[in-house]
């Protein structure tokens, strides 16, 4: 039962606010003057101070400052009839949660007490989240500065502890299977499997067979049953990475999947229950992709419960110099060395744009670091040259490049021309290179074509 102390010098007002609350069932104290509540709002544990503005000896404001100077942690909301808007701008500035105007409405203020005890639970909850991912082996920080990724974190913490799909959008290296990995922790499934699958990186011929495994043999090759994702995620989460590439069969299949809670092996005629909590992930407008015909309408809608987009790294700029800070400290750990981003560093990396995104600036750390001897790195060890260049005709013959950064050079330069000539289609710019598409993926990673 949460406690709330009301301050008012009105003894009506005190009294009808008190029986309200208590009818609402919060544990209701009132004081007449802010001298009285203040001594007694930080010897006594408090949830909540509903304080009026204008009252004798010590107003609400000052009363407010005095409580947050002296260490209150209770949430206060202001109530007042005089000065609307500006009142409440100096109110939101000295700490205030909230302001109710008066007259007030009954419901109006225990709406208001229940929208800041839910805010309050929400900030514990992404705290505990974030410490659970910080010391979970293999988790991947999440760094929330920014009201972009504040606000994602916050719908994590509201749908974590149920089996709701959720549909994470947004561009190439901006966090997706962070923030999967974040709900899965969160989660009453964290105890259980957490697995993923990047759809584009597996051949359509064998994505069947990865996601609900086959029966000897089911196909050539299939020397004995194996068991597929979905199984192997049994009581945990299931993180369907770029899904927006999964081929239409399959998403027939993976429809009845979410609606029967059941999967068939390849090869096999008996049916498998799975208790899988599934997370869908995606570069693609997949409305967009539905209404052309590439992805179906009834698994969008089924996917489509609660949506999480995370923005491109250039439009959360606020989480650029504590994402480098972490990552320079993680790969200090890894290298076995002080890796140090200056000032100046730090500065000039929230000035870039990371096409990329957050996966561009944790492989451009890595480069500097690896490249310099360095325990400061400067701007200049960002600018060198991740790659070499081209050799220009000007340059062939003077023995300048080993045959290995000459390779390289070509190699990138042929990745570039496919995607060029196919409209950066990866699949048919994998099958026009000649490789699998798991490995025009790893390319286009290590060269940085994002």
Known sequence: MSRVLIVDDEPGLRQSLGLLLADAGYEVAAESDGKRALERALAEPFDLVLSDVRMPEMDGLAFLRAYRSRGGTALVIMMSAYGGEEAALAAMKEGAYDYIPKPFRPDEVVLTLRKAEEREQLGRTIATLKAQLATTPGARAVVAESRAMRDALELVARVAEHKTTVLI????????????????RASPRAAAPFVAINCAAIPESLLESELFGHVRGAFTGASADKAGLFEQADGGTLLLDEIGELPLPLQAKLLRVLQESEIRRVGDQRTRRVDVRLLAA???????????????????????????HLPPLAERRADIKPLARHFATRLAGRLGRAVVLSDDTLAWLEAQRWPGNVRELEHAIERAAVLTDNAILEPADFRREPLPSPISSGEKGEGRGTLRDAVEAAERQAILAALQATDGNRRAAAKRLGVSLRTLFYKIDRYRLE
């Open 282 to 308: 995606t570069a693609k407008e997949l409305a967009a992709e539905a209404a052309a015909g590439r992805f179906r309408e009834d698994l969008f809608d089924r996917l489509n419960v609660i949506t999480i």
């Open 169 to 184: 959008t947004g561009e190439r290296g901006t966090g997706k299977e962070v923030i999967a990995q974040a709900i899965h």
